[in-house]
């Protein structure tokens, strides 16, 4: 145990070497891009915004159950069964009456497992919807597993829509994470602008293309919208031409022509088609761009636009382009989400709590050195550098992999200095009791190192374990405090079997012939 070969030596050197030169670039300025990477420093510590939002499912309830009115229509058309009444009421319930001839017959589909008007939930042992049935009256309504899978679907539809936003913004390590059955909690680290995420995780961007019709053809089949700046309303089709979900791409761009900014989009190919036949067929009419049910711009064709590209002009900014085109290119939320918590953790607070946590560590880490200087005296002073290369190899991994480091982090590394100590110990407190036994002290020291590491790595096993389960059910800040303690594990064993070992084999080799080593 105590024999190292040249080899070995000199990659202990090398690997210590670069984890704390990596260490370093938390302290200084680097030019190469490698030697760039820092520890990221959480919520808590660098301060930034917190928002908890919640899905409102029910626009999804009442567009879910129009969807289901368009399917049941379909079906009666294809199997040429007559029906009439066929509504929503109360926005919840689908309510239609049958001919009689049709009635059974239409029961027996309902209750079949495979039927496509109301579908079974195998895992839930349920259907979709509830059914009622009096005489020749049916009444669809969502079953408690239907809404179930209904707000799973928006949840995480939601909260990869958000991902993508703040992905597009360049938010450093944010935290997002589902809440409960309906709410997502977004932990944003030294947000500077927490009022433009907000405005953006507020709108749907529903985006569709519809066109303007006269006053004298307004009736069924249209609604009245309200242009974004309140200039005017217009009579507006039902039909949409097009939809955000043909979008690939969307840029903000400066129009040469009328040096106004400008949003460019591209279609799919899909979408290409259906908005070349459109635009072809309407020259000469205003096509109305619509967003969350607000008219952004309205102009008119002049020529069919079949290119699969365009573009949507209005009063945009430059910031309002960019932002607009940032929620077209993420995607339109499934549901609205509103914000029902919000909170903001200034620098300075989060400065307060590094200082802590660095006094902390400071103020232990000494205490532990002069405990091991007094009780194990040069073998002590081995181990507290062992320790000191052991906090430099786990901020250095944690550098590397870029890691975000959050309070209960700086726990973690305060208590891998005591797990560090703690092997150590154990360690030469074996060695004692064979120098008792052997006079030689290279066998000694050998035979401690050896039988003393079942119980190290043991209870280091079981410390990982630990962190290993608190990562994967834990959140946020206990995450990080798992990260740490997971890597200072790794450290610990490598600090106390590689360096605090070569130390020692290199001093007890040179005092073999000692009485008394420790």
């Known amino acids: 145990m105590l024999y190292f070969s040249k080899i ?45 939002l919640e899905i409102d499912n029910n626009p999804v309830i009442t567009q879910r159950l129009q969807n289901k009115i368009f399917s049941l229509r379909k079906y009666f ?8 009444n066929l509504k929503i009421v109360n926005n919840e319930i689908i309510s239609f009456e049958l001919d009689e001839e049709f009635t059974e017959n239409f029961s027996l589909l309902l209750e079949d497992k495979d039927n496509i008007i109301n579908p079974y939930y195998q895992r839930y042992k349920s259907y979709e919807f509830d059914t009622t049935i009096e005489n020749n009256f049916f009444k669809l309504q969502y079953s408690k597993y239907g809404l ?13 829509i958000v991902r993508r936003r703040i992905d ?12 409960g059955s309906d709410r997502i909690l977004v932990e944003l680290p030294g947000l500077d602008d927490p009022m433009r ?20 053809e307004s009736g069924f089949g249209t609604e009245i919208l309200s242009f974004e700046d309140g200039s005017e309303d217009a009579v507006v089709s039902k039909r949409i031409v097009l939809s955000g979900e043909n979008l690939v791409d969307a840029k903000p761009r400066m129009d040469n022509q009328t040096n106004e900014t400008v949003v460019t989009f591209t279609l799919d190919r899909v979408g290409a088609k259906r908005f070349g036949k459109a635009t072809t067929s309407g020259v000469g009419k205003r096509l109305a761009i619509v967003l969350d049910g607000k008219i952004i711009s309205a102009p008119v064709i002049r020529d069919a636009i079949v290119g699969g590209s365009g573009q949507i002009s209005g009063n945009f900014t430059f910031q309002s382009a960019t932002d607009l085109a940032l929620l077209l290119r993420s995607g339109a939320l499934p549901a609205p989400l509103n914000i029902i918590e919000e909170r903001t953790v200034g620098p300075d ?4 709590s590094i200082n802590a ?4 560590l400071i103020i232990g880490f000494f205490l532990v050195i002069f405990f091991m200087f007094f009780k194990y005296k040069i073998f002590g002073l081995i181990a507290n550098a062992a320790l000191i290369f052991n906090l430099f190899l786990l901020v250095g991994i944690l550098t590397l992999f870029e890691a975000t480091l959050t309070l209960p982090g700086i726990a973690g590394i305060i208590l891998t200095v005591g797990m560090a100590v703690d092997a150590n110990v154990l360690i030469f407190e074996r060695i004692k009791e064979e120098i008792k036994s052997e006079k030689n002290n290279i066998i000694a020291f050998d035979s401690g190192y050896n039988r003393s590491k079942t119980a190290v790595i043991d209870a280091n096993i079981t410390t990982l374990i630990s ?52």
């Open 467 to 518: 962190a290993i389960i608190l990562f994967f059910l834990g959140s946020g800040p206990v995450k990080g405090f798992s990260v740490t303690l997971a890597v200072g594990i790794f450290t610990t064993l490598f600090s106390v079997y590689f360096i605090a070992r070569l130390l020692t084999s290199i001093y007890v080799v040179k005092n073999k012939n000692k009485e008394s080593l420790i």
């Open 77 to 84: 058309k294809d199997e040429n069964i007559i029906y009439k």
């Open 197 to 216: 995420i907000k405005s953006l995780l507020g709108k749907t961007a529903n985006l569709t293309f519809r066109f303007i019709v006269q006053n004298e």
């Open 8 to 52: 070995k030596i000199i990659l202990i050197v090398i690997f210590t070497a670069i984890l704390v030169f990596l260490t370093s670039s938390n302290f200084f300025k680097f030019d190469d891009d490698f030697v760039k990477r820092k520890i990221n420093l959480g919520l808590d510590l660098q301060g930034g915004s917190y928002l908890l």
């Open 349 to 352: 607070l989060g400065q307060d």
């Open 148 to 160: 179930v899978e209904i707000k799973k679907s928006s949840l995480d539809q939601a909260l990869e």
């Open 357 to 360: 946590g660095i006094i902390a």
């Open 168 to 179: 597009e913004i360049g938010t450093n390590e944010p935290n997002i994470l589902k809440r």
